[in-house]
């Protein structure tokens, strides 16, 4: 049924607040202009949610930043941004970043804990609600995953 996305982006913000200060990270959210609804599965969009800024927070280090960005694209589809100010990925990885069980430099994920299956994940259930999941970074400066979902007046 349709959703409205601000709630959802509203719940993610008080999920991960606390997680935030103890990091000392400045955790916000931005929505510009109004959001159309999209068809999703509340539970599926908050995994998403959860999957993408939980990378976000685990991968900058203290005093860093996170962000989130909701608007209506240039093509008409509702855009989530999740930025950071982390430890970035090599633009080798880039390409296999979505793949289950991938991930950058064995060493530095071990330590950081997890599987490798989050974006795997992320990437899975946006398809299934017709969107598009990209992931754009520069190593040592951050990262931003943006994924998109159709309006409710597009499917
Ligand atoms: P899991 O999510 O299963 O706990 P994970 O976080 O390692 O484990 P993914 O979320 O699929 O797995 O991410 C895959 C890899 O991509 C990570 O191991 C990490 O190397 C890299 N990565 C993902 N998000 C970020 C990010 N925001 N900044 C830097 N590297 C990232
Ligand atoms: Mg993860």
């Avoid at 259930?125 to 190593?139: F, K, M, N, P």
């Amino acid at each position: 049924k349709p959703l409205a996305l601000t709630e959802i982006l509203e719940e993610t913000m008080d999920r991960f607040r606390f997680q935030c200060q103890q990091k000392q990270i400045s955790f916000t959210l931005f929505i510009h202009g109004s959001l159309p609804r999209v068809y999703a599965d509340p539970d599926k969009l908050m995994q998403v949610l959860d999957n993408l800024v939980s990378n976000a927070i685990k991968y900058t280090p203290e005093g860093g930043s996170v962000a989130i960005v909701a608007k209506r694209n240039s093509d008409g589809m509702v855009e989530v941004g999740i930025a950071d100010t982390g430890i970035g990925i090599p633009k080798q990885d880039l390409g296999r970043i979505f793949e289950r069980f991938y991930r950058v430099d064995k060493a530095r994920s071990r330590s950081l804990g997890g599987t490798g299956l989050g974006l795997a994940i992320a990437q899975e259930i946006v398809h299934a609600h017709e969107g598009t999941i990209a992931i754009d970074s520069i190593y040592q400066k951050g990262t931003v995953v943006t994924f998109t979902l159709p309006p409710v007046s597009r499917r």
